[in-house]
């Protein structure tokens, strides 16, 4: 996409000499008859550059600089002035304008100013994105390795053997596994031990955007794209090129954008939002779900041609309840995370732990014991310290059957008792469940269950 310049003069043959001049060099030109009309088109459209006049009937060259300058977009301004009035251009320089040039220049000239001062203007865009990068790479120096991940169940080292071998690869993975059970802790270790560990891991939590803003953060947008795109903005394929992409929650992403990741996935291109350019995505993707997308394709929600890019290596994370010999193991790193040790917890209380059929896996076990070493002070933490029941589940899928009920008659009383037993709230009831809350709404919704007031949403 070329980039726009707006010329303010009031003089209409020096507009079409500069307007033909810039055209020519490739630029996007729209023309100002005087100053009004400049801070009108200012106000109304983004531009990379203004050309401004300094003398002009209505708004004056420094107006329009203001005008300028007070845009959330923050174009560059060159302003163009008789020998006279080089003083004030000098003194709007030093307020952030990019350039000045005397009225007897040859277009050229100017031509080549503006080219230097949007190459500057390039140069500080790519800034911005290698900044975003350092700040996501930052937040990976506690990036997890495979000798972090803690198991010693059969589950956990087939699950280890698996993603030990597509690391070294770049096929793309898809971890299948219920919330909590670590996808997002596989996925970062399976960056770390491939060829792109020194390029970012970028996470993107597709369950809680939007479909308007989860194909910008995605793939970005170009300024202007849409109210509120005050700026060109990168989206997370940029930001993760060499690296890795994780997409978590990817049975929440919409069709309209299944198909914008079906053509990163075939041709690593895409387009940002608003844009024209194809670009390049020279990425590794990782993807992860708590949905049946066998079941999802089967109902038309998600594409099959997608499904077989994203499942080249799929990796199943089996629930912390069908691994319960993990969860003393797990209790004792958790323990240390909180200057403790196994010493520091009463039989009776880890064989508790050891019963309890833990819905939200092993999230809610670090949770579960952070909460308990609050409680217990100086002293052991013991049974009281956990408020959870014996929860192993009893029922037999033949009894469910029996009573003739239908599979949704079935998941309509399953998503009553979650949130009866949250009381009400939403988020802890999808956590229950195992799916997003978005996912809960969507199907409170097809059930005819009262969604009602709830907790507020989270800010994104």
């Known amino acids: 996409m070329s980039d726009r310049?707006?010329?303010?003069?009031?003089?209409?043959?020096?507009?079409?000499?500069?307007?033909s001049a810039l055209s020519e060099a490739g630029y996007e030109v729209v023309v100002a008859l005087g100053g009004d009309a400049a801070v009108h088109e200012i106000k109304a459209h983004p531009f990379d550059l203004v050309i401004s006049d300094m003398r002009m009937p209505g708004a004056s060259g420094s107006?329009?600089?203001?005008?300028?300058?007070a845009q959330s977009y923050q174009p560059d301004v060159i302003l163009m002035t008789a020998f006279g009035d080089t003083r004030e251009a000098v003194r709007l320089m030093r307020d952030g304008a990019a350039d000045y040039?005397?009225?007897?220049?040859?277009?050229?000239?100017?031509?080549?100013?503006?080219?230097?001062?949007?190459?500057?203007?390039?140069?500080?865009?790519?800034?911005?994105?290698?900044?975003?990068?350092?700040?996501?790479?930052?937040?990976?120096?506690?990036?997890h390795h495979f000798d972090s991940i803690v198991g010693v169940?059969?589950?956990?080292?087939?699950?280890?053997?698996?993603?030990?071998?597509?690391?070294?690869?770049?096929?793309?993975?898809?971890?299948?596994?219920?919330?909590?059970?670590?996808?997002?802790?596989?996925?970062?270790?399976?960056?770390?031990?491939?060829?792109?560990?020194?390029?970012?891991?970028?996470?993107?939590?597709?369950?809680?955007?939007?479909?308007?803003?989860?194909?910008?953060?995605?793939?970005?947008?170009?300024?202007?794209?849409?109210?509120?795109?005050?700026?060109?903005?990168?989206?997370?394929f940029e930001y993760a090129e060499g690296g890795t992409v994780f997409l978590d929650e990817i049975?929440?992403?919409?069709?309209?954008i299944q198909v914008k990741l079906l053509r990163v996935l075939q041709d690593?291109?895409?387009?940002?939002?608003?844009?024209?350019?194809?670009?390049?995505?020279?990425?590794?993707?990782?993807?992860?779900?708590?949905?049946?997308?066998?079941?999802?394709?089967?109902?038309?929600?998600?594409?099959?041609d997608l499904y077989y890019r994203l499942n080249v290596f799929p990796i199943r994370l089996m629930p912390l309840r069908e691994r319960r010999e993990d969860i003393p193991e797990l209790v004792d790193t958790f323990l240390q995370q909180q200057e403790k040790t196994l010493d520091d917890i009463t039989p009776e209380a880890l064989e508790h732990l050891r019963g309890y059929e833990f819905p939200g896996n092993i999230r809610e076990l670090q949770n579960l014991i952070e909460r308990a070493c609050i409680l217990a002070g100086g002293g052991k933490i013991e049974r009281q310290h956990f408020p959870i029941g014996k929860t192993r589940l009893t029922a037999d899928p033949a009894e469910l059957l029996s009573l003739g009920l239908s599979l949704?008659?079935?998941?309509k009383r399953l998503i009553k008792e979650a949130l009866e037993r949250a009381q009400g709230n939403k988020t802890k009831a999808a956590s229950l469940l195992g799916i997003s809350r978005r996912a809960l709404y969507?199907?409170?919704?097809?059930?005819?269950?009262p969604i009602g007031g709830g907790e507020p949403e989270p800010v994104e």
């Open 251 to 256: 049975g929440e992403v919409p069709q309209s």
């Open 101 to 143: 040039i005397l009225k007897d220049f040859d277009p050229e000239e100017l031509v080549t100013r503006v080219g230097q001062v949007l190459e500057r203007r390039r140069l500080k865009q790519e800034s911005t994105i290698l900044k975003g990068r350092i700040e996501i790479q930052k937040e990976q120096i506690g990036l």
């Open 5 to 19: 310049i707006l010329i303010a003069e009031d003089n209409k043959n020096l507009c079409r000499i500069l307007e």
């Open 408 to 411: 949704d008659q079935i998941e």
């Open 268 to 304: 690593r291109t895409y387009v940002r939002v608003g844009g024209e350019d194809m670009r390049r995505a020279d990425v590794r993707v990782i993807a992860a779900t708590n949905r049946n997308l066998d079941e999802m394709i089967h109902t038309g929600r998600f594409r099959e």
């Open 63 to 69: 107006v329009v600089f203001q005008e300028a300058r």
């Open 153 to 236: 169940s059969r589950a956990m080292r087939d699950a280890l053997g698996l993603a030990e071998r597509v690391a070294r690869t770049d096929a793309n993975v898809l971890l299948l596994g219920e919330s909590g059970t670590g996808k997002e802790v596989f996925a970062q270790a399976i960056h770390a031990a491939s060829k792109r560990a020194e390029a970012p891991f970028v996470p993107v939590n597709c369950g809680a955007l939007p479909e308007t803003l989860l194909e910008s953060e995605l793939f970005g947008h170009e300024r202007g794209a849409f109210t509120g795109a005050i700026r060109t903005k990168p989206g997370r």
């Open 442 to 449: 969507s199907r409170m919704e097809s059930h005819g269950i």
